[in-house]
């Protein structure tokens, strides 16, 4: 039994959540293989390692005084060593560090050093051997990530090691320089050093106790979700609902590794398990979740016999591809087709995309309807429930609330609903509490 652990900035934030995680990965021999984040908050106000290191680059390339910026990040690392009485010093990577800022070295290269040093500052508290994410992250030259490359190297280092720390959220080009992932990045790199390993479990430890069935800043105290399938679990991060970096999933669901969401302040909690394949189909609240997206506009293209005309759907989509917008749905009717996209990606071309439409087209009417919410019902256990649907749209009528459009995914494990914005926080909310309260 092989885990692979990764511990986010809050988890590593001060030498006190250190020895939480140390405890942690004591507690079960099988976690071998850990993924760190830099520091990140340890109270509301405090500030994270790698914005701080991004602050510093920005004063270097302005040729502004970088020394009170980075003495607070090099303070932060003294804090944890001191705190935790370790016979260690990070001083000469700290002068490294700084030279290389001065010498303007790129943003990613400093970005990245917030995982490096708490990386090596764990490997020691742990005496775990150190692998640096140089040695086997691998991005093309195109900025990629080159799968195989890593692999490759990542399998041969850890077959070297029973234990290691390994640095998150960066790697190497070929031209030997060094990129991140875009922020949050630390959970892709866990989930790839999973997939490596042939881990049987990849556990991402957060300060959360998992996935909720909803927004907690909409609902009051939502339940945690149990058990969550990768693909439920993508239509509900894709309609704004997070847990952990969107792209962490892939390497992982390749594999057909669950992931174990957990909470480094709540070890005993078992968190969420996110699944290729659920126990049960079975869920007792029917939904796995509820999420929603605002800022949607709807471009509702009329056109008698539309259903006869051939490329037709075709030609109303070029016209948004020539504006690079990519659409989020597409509801269709007989006479009549929808098209939503998000207002920000459309706000500057409304007037050109309907003109164009109009000439390729030739509608008998073209309308935009601004600033709608997308409610998505996502569940695997709604597949065989009848009047699923029918519970959606009574609790939304009884909030009063106008449904404007529906749309129910292939799988039918989602129903998409659009409400209008002001409806948003009121839609979830009936919703939540028609299934689950
Ligand atoms: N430290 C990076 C960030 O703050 C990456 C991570 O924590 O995953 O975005």
Known sequence: MVKVVKFGGSSLADAKQFQKVAGIIRADLTRRYVVASAPGKRNAHDEKVTDLLLQCYKLAKDKKDVTPTFEKIADRYRGIIKDL????????????????????????????????????????????????????????????????????????????????????????????????????????????????????????????????????????????????????LRELSYMGASVMHEEAIFPVRKAQIPINIRNTNDPGAPGTMIVPKAKSNVVPTVITGVAGKKGI????????????????????????????????????????MSVLVANKAIEEFKGAITADMVKKVNPDSITLVENLALIAIVGRGMVNTMGTAARVFSALANAEINVRMIDQGSSEQNIIVAVDEKHYRRSIEAIYNEFVK
């Open 85 to 232: 009485a370790l016979d260690y010093s990070l001083e000469e990577e700290f002068a490294g560090i700084k030279t290389a800022l001065l010498h303007h070295a790129g943003s990613d290269y400093i970005a990245s050093r917030g995982e490096y040093l708490n990386a090596k500052l764990l490997a020691k508290f742990l005496d775990f051997p150190f692998i640096d994410a140089e040695d086997c992250i691998c991005f093309q030259e195109n900025g990629l990530l080159d799968a195989e490359e890593t692999n490759r190297e990542l399998t041969s280092l850890l077959s070297m090691h029973e234990y290691a720390v390994i640095p998150g959220f960066y790697g190497i080009l070929p031209d030997g320089s060094i990129k991140t992932f875009s922020r949050g990045g630390s959970d892709i790199t866990g989930s790839i050093v999973a997939a490596a390993a042939g881990a049987d479990l990849y556990e991402n430890w957060t300060d959360v106790s998992g996935m909720l069935m909803a927004d907690p800043r909409v609902v009051n105290d939502p339940r945690p979700i149990e058990e969550i399938t990768y693909r439920e």
């Open 297 to 336: 506009t709807a471009i509702h293209v009329e056109k008698e016999m539309m259903n006869s005309e051939v490329g037709f759907g075709k030609k109303v989509l070029e016209v948004l591809e020539n504006y690079n917008v990519s659409f989020e749905h597409l509801p269709s009717g007989i006479d009549t």
